[in-house]
């Protein structure tokens, strides 16, 4: 099943977000920070998150971005190319990522590495890439004193920074392989890339979209190892914005009844009786998304979405939903022995739930 739709405009409420470490600005090296934290002090008030790779299925960015989302004023740093030498991979950050972000008011900082270690075991790899933290902070300073929206700041740094930022990280890559002795791969594979944003925007977003398209259509045929599902039926959902973002997800599960469209994603564990908090704040992303979903079409026929957040475990018995009766959930929390975190996670869960009108369905299988 092919789903379409369209986003306007975001409108949601976080209420399962990590309360942030507080940091200065003078004291701030982006490497040493956590994953998400708060820019605090006289001058500085953002949620600040960061990515160890510009592609978005490497250690749960999602989760990093929606633990940020509580603030007002949103900034996350992701390096625009990762190579980790001839014998490791090379990610290239791709338009759809930076529109997504745009999408979510977040301001992003393009941003690259500068330090490495030799890898211990392989040749020609490298390990603990760091950040250029004088570029992160200079990047930061210039966003203080910009006074137009995330989306305008992102645009602007795709059209103007981006083209000078590839030469840096070519520049930067030659200079370690120089002083570590490692084999990187290709420059041209760069000068390909550049290329995309000489020729403008439009295509850049064309050829990010054909890989996000490829993507997708390899998941659509895919089941993971962390999913289990009642049925194999997964869809792909194409989604469009008014920024000229398109979106390309798949849904793990869907069920329709009459006019309505059950857009299920789904989170499982086999060693605890709640999935880990990434799988479930990668899934609470995905509902930000399909909370504000409109114009849902298949088929050219108009559908209600409906956003479910299923959680499974092999470790737990019974079944609720953030629906169900208080005695039902407090019943099912007392016969599997939740601990008092587990039993907090699934009541700030409910609660989120509620707040923007999507359901979670707790299940042992």
């Known amino acids: 099943m092919n789903i379409t739709a369209k986003i306007t405009g975001i409108k ?21 920070a956590p994953s998400c934290f708060l820019l605090a002090d006289k001058k500085y008030n953002y949620g600040i998150s960061k990515w160890v790779s510009p592609k978005r299925t490497r250690s749960y960015p999602f989760e990093r971005v929606y633990n940020s989302l509580n603030v007002s004023k949103r900034i996350t740093v992701i390096p625009i190319i990762k190579d980790e030498g001839a014998k490791g991979d090379r990610d290239f950050i791709q338009w759809d990522t930076v529109s997504l972000m745009s999408l979510l008011d977040v301001y992003v900082i393009l941003a690259y590495y500068n330090k490495a270690v030799v ?25 203080s004193n910009y ?7 992102n645009l602007k740094e795709i059209k103007n920074t981006l083209p000078s930022l590839i030469d840096m990280v070519d520049e930067t ?35 990010s979209r054909t890989k996000a398209k490829e ?27 008014y920024l000229g973002g398109v979106y390309y997800f798949t849904t793990d599960e869907i069920e329709v ?19 880990s908090m990434g799988d479930i704040k990668d899934g609470l992303l995905k509902m930000v998304l ?75 299988v």
């Open 147 to 153: 006074h137009s929206s995330a989306l305008h700041w």
């Open 173 to 207: 890559y030659n200079q370690l392989s120089k002083e570590l002795n490692v084999v990187f791969h290709s420059s041209k594979g760069l000068q390909k890339f550049k290329n995309q944003f000489q020729k403008g925007v439009a295509e850049f977003m064309n050829a």
């Open 12 to 32: 949601y409420q976080v209420n399962c977000a990590d309360d942030l470490s507080e940091i200065s600005f003078k004291d701030l090296n982006i490497n040493d």
């Open 215 to 241: 993507a997708q259509n390899r998941e659509h045929l895919t089941l993971q190892p962390k999913e289990f599902l009642s049925t194999s039926t997964k869809a792909t959902i194409t989604i469009k914005n």
């Open 119 to 143: 890898h211990s075991s392989r040749k020609d790899k490298i390990t603990k890439q760091e950040f250029y933290n004088e570029y992160v902070k200079n990047k930061i300073v210039e966003i």
């Open 290 to 364: 399909y909370c504000n979903l409109e114009d849902v079409e298949v088929n050219d026929i108009i559908f209600n979405p409906k956003p479910v957040l299923k959680l499974t475990s092999t470790e737990i018995s019974g079944k609720i939903t953030s629906n169900s009766a208080s005695s039902e959930i407090n019943n099912f929390k007392t016969s599997n022995t939740f601990n008092t975190n587990q039993i907090n996670i699934i009541d700030n869960l409910f609660i989120e739930a509620q707040l923007n009108n999507f359901e979670v369905i707790i299940e042992g």
């Open 257 to 275: 009844d009459k006019k309505n469209l059950f857009l299920i994603e789904s989170k499982h564990s086999i060693n605890s009786k709640l999935p």
